[in-house]
């Protein structure tokens, strides 16, 4: 059963910057891309980035110069920097792997953005 643990979710103000983490209980080489979603209250959950195996990455037109993603494939980890958070940035970010058609979940972290 894989295993997507986030963190670094937290109250920011506006501006500010926050470092998400996603943890894997295996080596996320073995999935075909890693990636943030998130989900706003009242919100459907959409994607924010996304990073191949082979370090491919995009992101959402919204969050495109403000955000980074990135990987550790040693740490079995991935990162999502926020940087310039707006307040409609808040929300539950999820982490999630694609494997052969399917993907996992994590359980969210929460990013609340305050004026």
């Known amino acids: 059963q894989v295993q997507l643990v986030e963190s670094g979710g937290g109250l920011v103000q506006a501006g500010g910057s926050l470092r998400l983490s996603c943890a894997a209980s295996?080596?996320?080489?073995?999935?075909?891309?890693m990636g943030w979603y998130r989900q706003a209250p009242g919100k459907q959950r959409e994607v924010a980035a996304s990073?191949?195996?082979?370090?491919?990455?995009g992101y959402a037109s919204d969050l495109k110069g403000r955000v980074t993603i990135s990987r550790d494939d040693a740490q079995n980890a991935v990162y999502l920097q926020m940087n310039s958070l707006k307040l409609e940035d808040t929300a539950v970010y999820y982490c999630?792997?694609?494997?052969?058609?399917?993907?996992?979940w994590g359980q969210g972290t929460q990013v609340t953005v305050a004026s």
């Open positions: 295996e080596s996320i080489f073995s999935f075909d891309a």
């Open positions: 999630t792997a694609w494997r052969g058609g399917g993907n996992y």
């Open positions: 990073i191949t195996r082979s370090g491919i990455t």
